[in-house]
């Protein structure tokens, strides 16, 4: 059974930094892609960062370019979201999914991805 637990969300003060995880079970990260999305309330869902599984290469949304990190750590069959200077925008329920094609380059398109983890709450607030 396919299945994706994301952990790490919390509340966290303008500036601050949380990690997300996002540990997977019934299959192995490392051969599909993987990407984080959030949606806010009254929003979209939107991509946010992907990580390839064909050569590990890397896809950010402009708007955390530069303050968010994705990376992958095979051996916990886990992939992270590192979140630095995290701002008010930043809040949303943030979302590990898998795209089921192997060894493919990732996008920031939430139509290619077939599983979904049940999220977790980033709220960046003073």
């Known amino acids: 059974q396919l299945q994706l637990v994301e952990s790490g969300g919390g509340l966290v003060q303008p500036g601050g930094s949380l990690r997300l995880s996002c540990l997977a079970s019934?299959?192995?990260?490392?051969?599909?892609?993987i990407g984080w999305f959030r949606q806010a309330p009254g929003k979209e869902r939107e991509g946010v960062s992907c990580?390839?599984?064909?050569?590990?290469?890397?896809d950010y949304a402009d708007s955390v370019k530069g303050r968010f990190t994705i990376s992958r750590d095979s051996a916990k069959n886990t992939v992270y979201l590192q979140m630095n200077s995290l701002k008010p925008e930043d809040t949303a329920v943030y979302y590990c999914a898998a795209d089921r094609r192997q060894f493919r380059q990732c996008v920031l398109a939430k139509g290619r991805y077939d599983y979904w983890g049940q999220g977790t709450q980033v709220t960046v607030s003073s």
């Open positions: 019934g299959i192995t990260l490392g051969y599909y892609p």
């Open positions: 990580i390839s599984s064909s050569d590990g290469s890397t």
